[in-house]
């Protein structure tokens, strides 16, 4: 056993349930559980994820410290049962459905986890993992929810000292919270507290318009550049004052999400003119103008905390975390306008990064222990290029946020021979070259290299990619791949060194979480008839040199790829650029609609012959679609995956 003090992270039970290994400060390895378990969202204790944890430093659980649980399941209670008793009775049938579990499971929670880890070590016999876990000699320890989510964006952060926001849906009580990072500690100064949630809020629009909470948010904010901000004094008016502060006060008279199973009420469907739209029934311009209406007082609301954190702290940074920190357009307004000279948001902003979050509070808040922060070490990565306000990038804890498995070149062609599937083996260096001809060609391919992406994006790693300047490339990939038709474009992966040249920014964003415009030379201009086309037929019109990543309103979600981060998808990228001139490629999740991105090779190859991807690239190995042997299963796949 290594001298190490090895802390594990878990988020569990809600949403999007993960663990995360910190050895001595560092981040060993991270991955969330429904990679493993195949279910989307998953959030049972994160088993398979925690012993992957375990693996990948070598050690077993008996060698942790800690284990660090992301929230505080009694205070959680403690609210729910204030919530449900303030509303009664008309919050009893959700009361009834969720109450038994919560007492029967959640209250008893160190034992569970203890039983769980026992699993996670190994054992599958609910007794032995039981007798197991209570020999464990590690300290169980419980993080606040909001304090998760603010050491997840301070910790890996590369600052010294930064404000700190972060901003969600609910956690304990706090919806959301501000305060600074400073050295090894954090101070959180305020809260706002439920039930005014700016998540909230943006997740009632999202089951409103139709989609599904908790993840359907980023279908609304995709959808906005088509309507208009039509509802914006309706919903300032009636549901929700926004305070300079950025403060939310929101009339609980138009909600049901404190009581109920459904997020809105019929109260909100009369000053609206109608009822939620059905699942899945045709998106119409109503759904596009409520989208933009709420994008907007999102953009407002967050632009109007920033301003007051700023005030309220002094401080020249701001790192950001919580799921409403994925609104990747309102980072880039941030960024534009808003008065902090940089930011960086923890990629897994939402309740999977507390794991990560809860690892690192007690490494640095409840040990007491130094950190040091890329730019006090002065480990700077080489700059790319004439940065805004002068700054330089900067490294930062997250690696790249590539946290999760990798398979050796070995274990790859192993699984290939074992299956006697066709392949063929290229050396390192050229490998880039084969894959950039291929997408020149306009060759669709998944991309498995490298350890898999902790958070919601594919950067690379686990990742479906094409060329962007193809005008079909955008219409193919959704109906042939993802297998659903789209009003959002993709998003471009770029070369850092680029980014400028094609897009209006000029920073590092590793984990796709700015949106900026497509610089103005590359555009097309539409023609009037074009102008006036309706939702995706808009979109299916060029209207850049790079359409496939350009949504109806120029603008792109970015990832900007160094070489030190992440060489092999760096290499492909410039070996693209050599021969095409283009710097910048399609860069989509590894998986269908509705299903987690893949994480093993079975689960690529299985994407793969599912789908009409043209080929599939593991680390050095390339298959050809048209040479694999006929790919049959028992079952309808696309009945597995539950539509998101
Ligand atoms: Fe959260």
């Known amino acids: ?36 378990t ?53 919050g009893f049938r959700s009361f009834l459905k969720s109450m038994p579990l919560w007492i029967k499971e959640k209250l008893w929670m160190p034992d569970l986890i203890r039983t769980e880890m026992g699993k996670a070590n190994g054992e599958s016999d609910e007794r032995a993992a039981k007798k197991a876990g209570k020999k464990f000699e590690w300290k169980l320890l419980f993080g606040d929810h909001h304090e998760s989510h603010a050491a997840s964006a301070f910790y890996p952060s590369p600052f010294e000292e930064a404000a700190i926001l972060t901003i969600d849906g609910v956690g304990e009580w706090a919806t959301s919270s501000m305060g600074i990072g400073r050295g090894h500690d954090i101070t959180l100064l305020k809260e706002l507290r439920f039930p005014d949630s700016l998540g ?68 909100f469907d009369r000053i609206f003119g109608a009822r939620p739209r059905r699942p899945e029934s045709n998106i119409t311009q109503r759904e596009m103008d409520l989208a933009r209406s709420i994008q907007v007082i999102t953009e407002e609301v967050m632009l109007k905390m920033v301003q007051y954190v700023h005030r309220e702290t002094g401080m020249k940074k701001l790192c950001m975390a919580g799921g409403v920190a994925l609104n990747c357009v309102a980072n880039g307004r941030i960024l534009r306008e808003g008065p902090f000279q940089d930011i960086w948001i923890q990629p897994a902003a939402g309740d999977a990064g507390g794991a990560i979050g809860v690892a690192l509070a007690i490494w640095h808040r409840y040990l007491g222990k130094e950190r040091r922060s890329a730019e006090s070490a002065g480990t700077w990565v080489s700059n790319a290029g004439p940065h805004r306000n002068g700054l330089l990038p900067y490294e930062d804890g997250m690696k790249g946020s590539y946290l999760g498995p990798r398979d050796s070149v070995d274990e790859i062609e192993n699984f290939l021979r074992a299956k006697n599937l066709p392949y063929k083996k290229y050396s390192r260096e050229e490998l880039p070259g084969v894959v950039a001809e291929l997408l020149a060609s306009e060759k669709i391919i998944g991309l498995h290299q490298g350890r898999m992406e902790f958070g919601p994006r594919a950067l690379g790693g686990r990742s479906i990619i094409g060329d962007a300047r193809s005008p079909a490339m955008q219409s193919v990939m959704n109906l042939k791949i ?61 209207r850049s040199e790079i359409p496939a990543v350009t949504h109806v309103d120029y603008s792109a979600r970015i990832q900007t790829v160094r070489r030190e981060t992440n060489p092999l998808y760096w290499e492909i990228l410039e070996a693209f650029h050599r021969r095409t001139g283009c710097p910048l490629i399609v860069n989509t999740s590894f998986n269908v609609r509705g299903e987690p991105i893949v994480c093993s090779p079975e689960d690529s190859y299985r994407c793969f012959m599912r789908t009409e991807m043209d080929y599939l690239v593991l680390e050095n190995c390339v298959l050809d679609k048209k040479e694999q042997p006929a790919f049959t299963e028992k079952k309808d796949w696309r009945k597995e995956f539950r539509l998101d």
Not at 11 to 32: K, N, R
Not at 56 to 83: Q, S
């Open 1 to 36: 056993m290594s001298e190490a003090t090895y802390i594990l992270g878990v988020s569990a039970f809600y949403h999007d349930s993960a663990a995360c290994l910190v050895a001595d400060g560092e981040i060993i390895a991270a991955a969330q559980e429904e990679r493993f």
């Open 38 to 90: 195949r279910a989307k969202h998953d959030h049972n204790f994160p088993v398979n994820a925690a012993r992957y944890c375990l693996r990948e430093a070598g050690i077993d659980a008996r060698d942790l410290t800690f284990v660090g649980f992301y929230d505080k399941p009694l205070l959680k209670f403690d609210r729910l049962l204030e919530t449900y008793l303030d509303y009664a009775p008309f």
């Open 200 to 267: 909230l809020l943006y997740s009632a629009f999202t089951y409103y318009t139709g989609f599904k909470v908790n993840s359907g948010e980023y279908k609304v904010m995709g959808l906005a550049p088509y309507g208009e901000p039509k509802y914006v004094s309706l919903i300032k008016d009636k549901l929700a004052e926004v305070r300079d502060d950025g403060s939310i006060r929101m009339n609980h008279e138009f909600f049901s999400y404190s009581q109920g199973l459904r997020m809105t009420n019929t109260a």
């Open 482 to 542: 993802k297998y659903r038709e789209s009003f959002r474009p993709f998003a471009p992966s770029v070369m850092r060194e680029y980014v400028a040249d094609w897009f209006e920014l000029d920073n590092d964003s590793p984990y796709m979480l700015l949106v900026a415009d497509v610089q103005a030379r590359h555009r097309r201009a539409m023609t009037e008839e074009q102008e006036k086309l309706f939702g995706i037929e808009k979109l299916n019109v060029a």
